[in-house]
């Protein structure tokens, strides 16, 4: 559910939040790890990074009512040595195209939905996939803001039943008593706070 708190931020703001703890994390990512399993059963390190690029790119264009592509990501890669500041950049980029005027106000997306609801889909990927590559490739992830985690969690209830049908989310798995309120949010998308591999996105 989300807070007062959570609600009078913008998604912009959100999302840079989100930014903060994912650069590290990209920017840590080593060439040898590419090839690592991540906790998305589908995607190894390499094709998380790819499918986040996309993620950040595609999400850049809805921002702006704009049709957005989500086919086969293509591999940034593969494309130079630079590609975790190339993410880094449409990171910062994706930032800004929601922090703009209007972007929240709306629908956008092919299925017309709530501008804010597409925009809290942005900052789901880039919170939980940058868990995702920090669990991969042994890095610390702080966890997220506690903001970001309430405007997720009124998202993922919202979005999880269509979601889990369609395969992007997993089943919720069970977490500790005591568990964080992050780790509470990781499990509603099927990923177990210890980092086994799941199904879905």
């Given amino acids: 559910m989300e807070t007062n708190a959570s609600r009078t931020q913008g998604i912009g703001e959100l999302l840079g ?9 990209v920017r840590g990512i080593e060439d040898s ?19 986040l690029f996309q993620v950040v790119v595609q999400f850049q264009r809805l921002a702006a009512k704009q049709e957005a592509d989500f086919g086969t990501a293509a591999d940034v890669v593969a494309e130079g040595p630079d590609w975790r500041e190339r993410l ?4 910062d980029r994706l930032v800004a195209a929601w922090s703009a005027p209007g972007a929240e106000e709306g629908t956008t997306g092919g299925m017309g939905m709530p501008a804010r609801l597409v925009g809290s889909m942005a900052l789901l990927d880039l919170t939980v996939h940058a868990w995702d590559l920090a669990r991969a490739t042994g890095q610390e992830y702080p966890g997220a803001d506690g903001a970001v985690v ?5 998202a993922v209830a ?5 979601g889990r049908r369609m395969g992007v989310f997993g089943e919720p798995v069970p977490v500790p008593e005591g568990a964080s309120a992050f780790e509470r949010l990781l499990a509603q998308t099927g990923r177990a706070p210890a980092g086994e591999p799941v199904r879905g996105e």
């Fill in 17 to 25: 939040l989100a930014r903060e703890r994912a650069v590290p994390v």
């Fill in 33 to 51: 790890a590419l090839g690592a399993a991540t906790p998305c059963a589908e995607y190894d390190v390499r094709g998380l990074v790819n499918h």
């Fill in 88 to 91: 880094v950049r449409e990171a």
């Fill in 150 to 154: 309430a405007e997720l969690a009124g």
């Fill in 158 to 162: 919202e979005l999880a039943p269509t």
